[in-house]
Structures are given as C-alpha cells and as structure tokens.
C-alpha cells in the first residue's frame, strides 16, 4: 500500500492550495480518509476527515469554511482544497487511511506547506 501526497508549496497568507493524495494498493472509497499536519515542535493533530459513504467530513475547527475535504473515486486520490491560508497553517501535511472507525493504517511521507507572511 502506497500513499502519495503532492501539492504543497510555499505561499503567501491568503493564497490557496489543493493537496492531493493518490493511493495504491488499496481503494480510497473504502477506507476512512484523514489529512493530518505536523508542525516543527508541534504535535500531529487531525485537520480533516472523511468518513467511507464520502458524504460526511469533519473538520478542525481552525480550518473550517476555509479547507475542504474531498475524493475521486475514478481516480483513487483524497484532495484537501485550502482557501485563505493562514501563516498557522504551516506543516508538513499527511494523508490517512484507516480500515475501522477507531485505527489508522496507512500514512503518506507527507507534503510541506508553507505559509509566509
């Protein structure tokens, strides 16, 4: 199983970016996805997460109305769209699958985002 993250970048507060994580050896549709950021000396901590139907996503609360989780069945890949970025939203940022409601089996290497002033 492979979980390959692309997208990051450095941008300025306010600019956009769209993360996306395209998967092998398993099937996205039938997993719990999950993006989840780590910043240097910080603790990793769940930014989004969308449940197997694909129709219910929660969301840190510092992220919502400006990060959107979604996924392309067609395609295998999980996407995080990021809107009004904010210098806090710096991280290395991980997609997720977890094959029950309570494990997280799978990582990705992660992606680097930086946000600057």
């Known amino acids: 199983v492979q979980l390959i993250e692309s997208g990051g970048g450095m941008v300025q507060t306010g600019d956009s970016l769209t993360l996306s994580c395209t998967a092998s050896?398993?099937?996205?549709?039938?997993?719990?996805m999950a993006w989840v950021r780590q910043a240097p000396g910080k603790e990793r901590e769940f930014v989004a997460v969308?449940?197997?139907?694909?129709?219910?996503?929660i969301y840190k609360d510092s992220v919502k109305g400006r990060f959107t989780i979604s996924r392309d069945n067609a395609k295998n890949t999980l996407f995080l769209q990021m809107n009004s970025l904010k210098f806090d939203d710096s991280a290395v940022y991980y997609c997720?699958?977890?094959?029950?409601?309570?494990?997280?089996?799978?990582w990705g290497q992660g992606t680097q985002v930086t946000v600057s002033w």
């Open positions: 997720a699958a977890g094959a029950t409601s309570t494990s997280w089996d799978y």
């Open positions: 969308i449940r197997r139907s694909g129709r219910d996503a």
């Open positions: 050896g398993l099937i996205v549709s039938g997993y719990r």
